[in-house]
């Protein structure tokens, strides 16, 4: 029996509908939601996915603004229009498109950012508020995966959960969103030994390394939840993801598609933060 799609775009248009209704409650105590995208350089990727974000903004009501640099700007410079996106008080949330040229340094232009309009949860200071259980800003590609759990009412409580990948942006921040709704859960990577076995124990696998059929039939339990965060293309040049996607729904209970699964999810969750540093700014914020 083939397992049941997640449907990411279903649950990102009703995220979406959300935001918008919530947003057109804060507009009537006078304030807008505002959202700065910052791309520096011509990046084919990196121009598709900032003009959805912005779209989606659009949609859903917020302010929405689009900042193109060349790639021959400097560090300071866009580290300074940072800092003035900061100030201004129209704009909630700052966020700056990676990847950025090579020779800036990612990791300082992400600390740059106010971590009260950190919108895409990469600031330090809102990973040790994931780390220690504070408010914060989720990045938003695990909590969109946190949002598909929930909605096909997946109760974590003492489930054996692996995470396949370790990095700062979906990896890590996907585990300790695991463990928060009480998991047991296993971090996997390239020095893992033998990845099978790990993830023959677990009811939710999340498969996020950027590596194609990194997840096969035979290393899935029967009727787990596979959530595939990848994005990669096979030999035709179509989308997929990290999962073999034909064998692994063979045997998974649950399963997200690439595409229409974890990506609009991510953009959904985008626009809930920035939502929620607008309610945040505004003294309005309440937490579910």
Request: charged share 20%; proline share 5%.
């Amino acid at each position: 029996m083939s397992a049941q799609l997640i449907d990411g775009n279903a649950l990102a248009k009703s995220i979406r509908a959300d935001v918008a209704r919530r947003c057109a409650a804060l507009k009537a105590k006078g304030v807008t939601p505002g959202l700065a995208v910052i791309l520096v350089g011509d990046d084919p990727a990196s121009q598709v996915y900032v003009k959805h974000k912005v779209n989606d903004s659009h949609e859903a009501g917020l302010h929405s603004v689009l900042e193109r640099y060349p790639a021959t700007m400097s560090e300071s410079e866009l580290l300074a229009r940072v800092e003035a996106l900061n100030r201004d008080p129209a704009i909630h949330g700052v966020l700056v498109q990676l990847p950025v040229p090579r020779h800036m340094d990612a990791g300082q232009i992400i600390k740059a950012i106010s971590p009260a309009k950190d919108v895409d949860g990469f600031h330090v200071a809102s990973a040790g508020a994931l780390m220690i259980g504070q408010p914060g800003f989720w990045p938003c590609t695990p909590y969109g995966c946190m949002k598909m759990l929930e909605a096909i009412g997946c109760d974590l409580r003492g489930k054996n959960a692996v995470v396949i990948g370790r990095s700062n942006i979906v990896g890590k921040p996907m585990a300790l969103m695991l463990l928060a709704k009480n998991a047991t859960v296993t971090i996997c990577h390239s020095a893992t030994r033998d990845l099978k076995a790990h993830t023959l124990q677990a009811d939710v696998v999340v498969a996020a390394v950027g590596k194609r059929n990194v997840l096969t039939a035979d290393m899935v339990k029967p009727g787990a939840v596979v959530i595939d965060v990848g994005m990669n293309r096979n030999d035709e040049g179509k989308l997929c993801g990290d999962v073999d996607f034909a064998g692994v729904r063979e045997v998974a209970g649950w399963i997200t598609p690439v595409p229409g699964g974890v990506g609009p999810m991510t953009r959904a969750m985008l626009l809930v933060n920035t939502l929620e540093a607008a309610e945040r700014a505004a003294g309005v914020y309440r937490a579910d």
